[in-house]
């Protein structure tokens, strides 16, 4: 079973400690005026971790589920972190049928990403045969045009900055998707950028829903954007 780690885990922590502040400082002054801002902390706190413990998989689950994969289709994870889309996929597959998930690697936007663990995931899952990693910019693909025929980013396009390397990773999308291919984002932010750069860029059957109560990151709710070619 794959590790689950907390998403940009700096972001709980001070959600945390926020809270915790609040019930100092009412103690100290004898008030308990700071305990409802305290408790909504700490209920930020709550539905942060459960989101990216719990919550995101379901919605990944349901989103790959619904973006119907054939055995043999060949399929891009941008910023594919510790692999969770990934192994969605992989149950889907059968060679030459394969999902690529491709990475920075950074530390900062998901706690333990490295490539050599997200491997060792893919192996333990036993899905090396139709799961493969590469290190890689999605602002800069190194595959061919019309070379996939699903892509999916799971929380990974609203790290890209500024804007317009998000446009630029949204182009590159589309590129090495095939005509008629699907392309689905998981995010928290900037959807309704994605769903404008997309009808500028040709890409069609645009829509945009709310994940719902699995998918709230403290403030932040997640929305899924989905698009054909």
Known sequence: MMKRTVDAPL??????????LELVAGMAGHTWITVPLALVFFACTYLYLRTSLVGKYKIIDR???????AATDQ???????????????AKHLRAPGKVTGIDIWKRV????????????????????????????????????????DAVFASLSLHNVK???ARRQALTEALRV?????????????????????????????????????????????????????
Do not use: W
């Open 109 to 148: 936007d998901q706690s333990g990403n490295r490539q050599a663990a997200t491997q060792a995931v893919i192996e333990a899952a036993g899905v090396s045969q139709v799961a493969q990693l590469q290190t890689a910019d999605m602002t800069a693909l190194p595959f061919n045009d019309n070379q996939f």
């Open 11 to 20: 972001v709980p922590i001070l959600l945390g400690l926020a809270g915790i």
């Open 75 to 89: 399929v891009l994870d941008l910023g594919c972190g510790h692999g969770a889309v990934m192994l969605a996929v």
């Open 177 to 229: 998707l095939k005509p008629g291919g699907r392309l689905a984002i998981i995010d928290i932010e900037h959807s309704g950028e994605y769903r404008r750069a997309l009808a500028t860029l040709g890409a069609q059957e645009i829509e945009v829903t709310n994940a719902g109560l699995d998918g709230v990151y403290g403030v932040m709710v997640t929305r899924v954007l989905t698009a054909s070619k």
């Open 162 to 164: 500024p804007k317009q």
């Open 63 to 69: 989103v790959v589920g619904k973006t119907q994969i």
